[in-house]
């Protein structure tokens, strides 16, 4: 009579005890997980200012202007929040993912920081896809420089400018439009 067992036994390595722990303990803690999580919100989850209303499109993932070759500028908003450990305190470098089609249009974006007791708004890091060069597909840019955060002072939110220029009959309009915007933890 054999022995065997009619299906192979799993081969169980350190590695696959080590991924089981570090589950276990990320399911037990989850704050641990959070900790070094980054913040990152798609474009269409923004809120656009009041005067944007029937100025903005929603597509998919993205926000950006309605088509036309008409000037217009739009203000879409995006609450930050602390993902990162809880205390409060750290360091972000800003990235966003736009399309910018030309000389006609710009993506700008802003995170500001808005002190809870002065009600004081500061601007952080500032990002305008006129910085690089035009393409009609999406682009990833990141800033280099880190600014500090501190969740116990204040909230932050990200300020998104899509901006068409008016353009001459005849040439492509612009087409500004936001992919997703991201935080970054400085290591």
């Known amino acids: 009579m054999s022995t065997h067992l009619p299906f192979p036994r799993p081969h169980i390595t350190s590695r696959t005890r080590l991924g089981a722990a570090l589950a276990v303990i990320a399911l037990a ?86 002190n809870t007791a002065t009600g004081v708004l500061t601007t952080l890091a500032s990002l305008s896809s006129n910085s690089y060069a035009p393409a009609a597909t999406p682009q990833t840019r990141y800033l280099t420089n880190c600014v500090a955060l501190n969740f116990n002072a204040n909230s932050y939110f990200i300020e998104v400018d899509l901006v068409r220029t008016a353009s001459p009959v005849g040439a492509i309009p612009g087409l500004p439009v936001l992919g997703q915007l991201r935080l970054l933890r400085c290591q």
């Open 29 to 114: 803690f989850p704050g641990l997980a959070l900790a070094s999580s980054n913040w990152s919100s798609v474009g269409s989850t923004g809120t656009p200012d009041e005067l944007c209303t029937g100025r903005v499109s929603f597509n998919n993932n993205d926000a950006g202007l309605v088509s036309g070759a008409t000037a217009l500028s739009c203000t879409i908003r995006y609450q930050v929040h602390d993902t990162w450990d809880g205390n409060g305190l750290l360091g972000v470098y800003l990235g966003a993912r736009f399309t910018d089609n030309g000389i006609y249009s710009e993506v700008r974006t802003r995170l500001r920081a808005h």
